[in-house]
């Protein structure tokens, strides 16, 4: 068990530029979430997989936003002409099955600095 | 709404102090109750859950009760170390749910 493994760890880019984040999920968990962390704020649900397909988007997923997992293993966050306000801690996490007794296991997370 | 309130941090104790964290949660039907707690440098950790009403989970020294007369499910430990400091989250997930929810965060600091 290496774990949930997210990529890069830190990311500065300018307004307008687009990003793109990686997560690596735990081998053989089939779901994969997105969330967003701010400063003093607890993390917010952005997405969720099972396997390839995306069951569920947060309103917090703008237009902007675009997640893929393409072959149920790792997944991708895009965020498009990025803004200020996108700048967070973006935390994957994985998980065997869903709901309480699934427990999540969450990645270091990739922080995001826009300016 | 769904909501998750934990008491405001920072919390500062001397090593072997008791410590409460309070949270108190508002969600329709029965949800699943969390801590989750992160070390410095390091990812959120599923600490201990209970997953109905009564039932308490426990972990390294630390337990909760689900309180559902109370909405309530604050953690404690009896005897707090040096290596507990981290920031503590309350979460729920709610029946049938596929997300968890969760509170602001408590940061622990443990001084020896």
């Known amino acids: 068990d290496t774990g949930v493994s997210q990529n890069p760890r830190h990311k500065i880019t300018k307004r307008g530029q687009n990003v793109t984040f990686r997560c690596d999920p735990i081998s053989e968990h089939n779901r994969l979430y997105w969330y967003r962390q701010t400063l003093g704020q607890g993390p917010e649900f952005l997405t969720y997989f099972q396997n390839e397909a995306q069951l569920e988007k947060s309103r917090l997923l703008s237009d902007r936003f675009s997640a893929e997992r393409p072959k149920g293993s790792f997944s991708t966050l895009e965020i498009q002409r990025t803004e200020q306000g996108d700048s967070a801690m973006y935390l994957c996490?994985?998980?065997?099955?869903?709901?309480?007794?699934?427990?999540?296991?969450f990645g270091n997370g990739t922080r995001l600095t826009v300016t | 709404g769904d909501s998750v309130t934990q008491m405001e941090g920072p919390v500062t104790l001397s090593e072997e102090a008791f410590l409460t964290i309070n949270c108190t949660y508002t969600a329709t039907g029965y949800p699943s109750l969390f801590w989750y707690v992160q070390y410095p440098g390091e990812g959120l950790q599923l600490l201990l859950k209970?997953?109905?009403?009564?039932d308490k989970g426990s972990n390294k020294g630390f337990e909760a009760t689900y309180r559902k007369e109370t909405t309530s499910f604050h953690l404690e430990k009896g005897s707090v170390q040096v290596s507990d400091s981290a920031v503590y989250f309350c979460a729920l997930i709610k029946t049938g749910a596929n997300n968890l929810f969760f509170g602001t965060g408590t940061r622990l600091t443990v001084i020896p």
């Open positions: 209970a997953t109905k009403a009564d």
């Open positions: 996490a994985s998980s065997l099955g869903g709901g309480a007794g699934s427990p999540l296991h």
